[in-house]
């Protein structure tokens, strides 16, 4: 990796670290081994919305042209969300594509997620399936959001109708993750989401 | 589930065109920077004829061109062109103008406040402004060849271009007021700024030249050689009025630097 891209991040983190939101435990950096390449975000689920209590996992890796590309940001930790893959956790935002600028520093796309996570943008879809429930049926998007929060994200809101409908694909012998997945996609739909699954 | 989820609709086929699109760019990026300098060596406008060899209208204009400028350097094509052209120009303009160096030293050295209080994150700011800095202390050196060499380093020269967007963009935010009226589309002056200025790779239009020039007080002369009737290649000063020290040469979508005879 290039000097410039070690220097700027060995600085970033600095930054990171004696920032006031990592006090409040919102957002955080590690590293992954000894390189700078390769890093760890974390985000804390925004207060009012379906990722409340949940800690969102991020894997970001540094390109060597950094800060003049952006980081490569993904969700590890599954999340439903209209503007993040719920199958790769990939991210659709301005600021990771070609909005990317060099003053801007991984804590301005920890704080920007944060942001995007509050207020998504459903007509510039990284998900369409999850961006057509937000804004056709924005009550299951938020019990479902939430759902997932719970179950991937440590939240704190078990959803147990949710669950005896999984249980019951899971009795059908479809895997968890997917039953919840085809439901999800379906609204919690159980004849919808098994016809799919058996077609 | 996987695989069903991801073909039914995960990702609008719009999205994944766009990565293609993206990767295509990288690899037009990368053929161009494997083959252009960031800043060329000198040569002689006649270069020029070859890329227009059936075209007299570009013909006429290099040969107007060739009159009143005695030579070019050229500025790789990555979307940086004018910023990149315009820092070499006038730093090699400065190495012989000892007292506007020093006065453009100072304006330098203030203008990291400045931009800090525009709301720029501090320390990157800082890391830009002190590279910058390396780079103009290195006029006062006087060394052509050094300063030549470090505007072929990509680190370096990508930090100038950085710095100079961001005192572009700076300028359009403090004059918001009057820069509004020439921004396209429905959009403010910070969002302009977000996307068009601070981004690398973008690139510049007049508003650029007009707010960089204004803020660093430096006349610039663009000569644009287009499919326009006029026989010569059209003359614009940017701040209007202002003895020119920069000279450049606009072909559609593109900078290079003229040296005036």
Known sequence: ?199 | MDNNHETTATKPEGLEQDELIIQQHREIEKEISDSILLIGQKEELTSLETEYINDPVYLTKIQDLNKKYKCMRRARPDGNCFFRSFAFAYFEYLMDHNEEYKHFKERALKSKDELISCGFTQFTLEDFHDTFMEVVNLIGEGQHEKLYDTFNMQGYSDYVVVYLRLITSGQLQKDAEFYKHFIEGDRTVVEFCHQEVEPMFKESDHIHIIALSTALNVGVRVRYMDRGESSEAIAHDFPEGSPVCVHLLYRPGHYDILYSR
């Open chain 1, 1 to 199: 990796m290039n000097n410039i891209a070690t220097q700027r991040i060995k600085r970033e983190f600095k930054e990171v670290i004696k920032s006031e939101e990592l006090a409040k435990c919102s957002i955080k950096v590690d590293l992954i081994g000894d390189s700078y390449t390769e890093l760890k975000g974390e985000i804390a689920g925004p207060p009012d919305t379906p990722y409340e209590g949940g800690t969102f996992f991020l894997e970001i890796k540094v390109p060597e042209t950094y800060p003049f590309n952006p980081p490569k940001v993904r969700f590890m930790t599954k999340i439903w969300h209209p503007n993040i893959s719920s199958v790769t956790g990939a991210i659709c935002l301005d600021i990771l594509k070609d909005q990317w600028a060099a003053a801007m520093t991984l804590r301005t796309v920890l704080l920007s997620l944060q942001a995007l996570m509050a207020a998504a943008e459903p007509d510039d879809p990284q998900d369409a399936v999850v961006a057509k429930q937000y804004k056709e049926y924005p009550e299951i998007f938020a019990k479902t959001a939430s759902h997932w929060t719970n179950v991937y994200a440590g939240g704190p809101n078990k959803n147990s109708e949710f669950d005896t409908k999984i249980q019951r694909l899971i009795d059908m012998g479809i895997e968890r993750d997917q039953a919840r997945g085809a439901l999800s996609t379906y609204n919690w739909d159980l004849e919808r989401a098994t016809e799919q699954l058996f077609s």
